[in-house]
Nanobody, 128 residues
């Protein structure tokens, strides 16, 4: 089970940190990702982090502004979002893939279809 939190209303240029709490005993076996869905649009990839935390991947739209991290001891995943823009407004979802290999690359990690478990989403609204 995944529980996302940390969303809210922020002005353009501001920052937010999203958190995702996972339950279960196999957290370290999961590739973890963040996706977002803007109103009227499809859910799209934002960022992913490998099982060990040693590799991370980002969509071009957030690269350099967002940072994904994980704390395996706490079973937590984070998304630090800086320099937020109105186009970042969306519901953000954390997701887990228990089948990913240790060396899953960016193409695999960014594919929505590979993620089996999803959190409930947290709304981020960026005002201009």
């Amino acid at each position: 089970q995944l529980q996302a939190s940390g969303g809210g209303l922020v002005q353009a240029g501001g920052s937010l940190r999203l958190s995702c709490a996972a339950s279960g005993s196999s957290f370290t076996r999961n590739l973890m990702g963040w996706f977002r869905q803007a109103p009227g649009k499809e859910r799209v990839f934002v960022a992913a982090i490998s099982r060990s935390g040693g590799s991370s991947y980002y969509s071009d739209s957030v690269k350099g502004r967002f940072t994904i991290s994980r704390d395996n001891a706490k079973k937590m995943v984070y998304l630090q979002m800086n320099s937020l823009e109105p186009d970042d407004t969306a519901v953000y979802y954390c997701a887990a893939d228990p089948n990913a290999i240790l060396t899953a690359g960016p193409d695999y990690s960014s594919s929505l279809e590979n993620y089996h478990y999803w959190g409930q989403g947290t709304l981020v609204t960026v005002s201009s």
